[in-house]
């Protein structure tokens, strides 16, 4: 009795030790997005002053509507959809038609194609042959040259590929073939319905990386009408561009530095908004695919 009454105080002690340390590594990663949002919606003057710790401390909206005022973020914002929505699209595409063969043992070729794929995972052209390659191709400064460089990322591939295999069970094949379903068929009818965790996974992963990208459309880019929002504010912020979003005044200077550091809290915030807002939606397909794609692999 004695041992059994230890036994379970320990567990007991166990779980409020866990307990404390994620309810501390959460306060620890939640403190700064509070203090942003607050910092974004506070009086510019009591953000310089360094009064805004974690409430914010005269609510103003003069960075938000600075913000949307300027029409770059606006053409940035709807660029940057755009460029995701279809770069998801294609990636997911090429994604599963990359992964499930491979996944098939019965598919000829499957080694070679594998240890291929993998060479590309580790060495690439480098910077200046990749540019050369999309000049001659005609994409420098087209909209596809957002999307068709990074058509497939390999990593995934075969994150879905070790789904395809640990989780879809060998005899639905079987049977799917027995009935006289050919190949696509079984892949459409019976594979995707059953992987909608590792296909919500690869939307999340294949839309943030749209999502936050900036560097190919720094480099391939030229025509502002198709630069991305992450781009618009990557000049904002390193540039220090600002002053073109404020209405010359009488004390210009002093409102210039003292709005400075409220739009940069608002842009963080209006970057970061859709990313956070869809993640909880998927958040539990998140977690499951990954979980059983990456352990029964």
């Given amino acids: 009795m004695q041992t059994r009454t230890f036994k379970l105080d320990s567990d007991k002690l166990f779980d409020i030790i866990n307990i404390g340390l994620l309810i501390v590594i959460t306060l620890i990663f939640l403190y700064p997005l509070l203090f942003v949002v607050s910092a974004s919606i506070s009086d510019p003057l009591k953000v310089t002053n360094g009064e805004v710790w974690l409430w914010p401390k005269g609510f103003s909206l003069e960075a938000y509507k600075t913000v949307f005022a300027n029409k770059d973020i606006l053409i940035g914002y709807k660029n940057t959809i755009i ?6 699209a294609v990636n997911l595409c090429m994604t599963i038609a990359a992964a499930y063969p491979l996944s098939r043992k ?16 580790f060495f690439s052209g480098g910077l200046i042959p990749t540019y050369i390659v999309i000049g001659k191709l005609g994409l420098l400064n087209h909209f596809w ?10 990593f995934n591939v075969y994150l879905m590929r070790t789904y395809f295999q640990s989780s879809i069970p060998e005899e639905l094949h079987e049977a799917a073939t027995i009935d006289g379903a050919r ?8 594979v995707l319905p059953l992987s909608a ?8 992963f294949y839309a943030v990386e749209y999502w936050n990208s900036y560097f190919n459309a720094l480099i391939y880019l030229s025509d502002r009408a198709k630069f991305t929002l992450q781009l618009f504010l990557r000049e904002i912020l390193v540039q220090n561009q ?14 210039q530095a003292l709005l400075a550091q409220s739009i940069k809290y608002a842009l963080i915030i209006i970057a970061n ?17 990954v979980m059983i794609g990456a352990i029964k692999g």
């Avoid at 957002?146 to 390999?154: D, K, R, T």
């Avoid at 590792?198 to 939307?203: P, T």
């Avoid at 939606?281 to 499951?288: G, K, L, M, N, P």
């Fill in 83 to 88: 460029y995701t929505v279809v770069g998801t």
């Fill in 106 to 121: 019965d598919f000829y070729g499957r080694t070679p194609l594998t240890i291929l794929f993998t060479f590309t995972m």
């Fill in 145 to 154: 040259v957002m999307i068709l460089p990074n058509a497939v990322s390999m």
């Fill in 183 to 190: 190949k696509l068929t079984t892949l459409f009818r019976i």
């Fill in 197 to 204: 965790p590792i296909i919500a996974v690869m939307i999340l």
């Fill in 242 to 255: 600002t002053a073109s979003m404020i209405q010359p005044g009488q004390n210009f200077a002093l409102k």
């Fill in 273 to 289: 908004l859709p990313v956070l807002m869809l993640y909880p939606f998927a958040q539990r397909y998140f977690v499951q695919g």
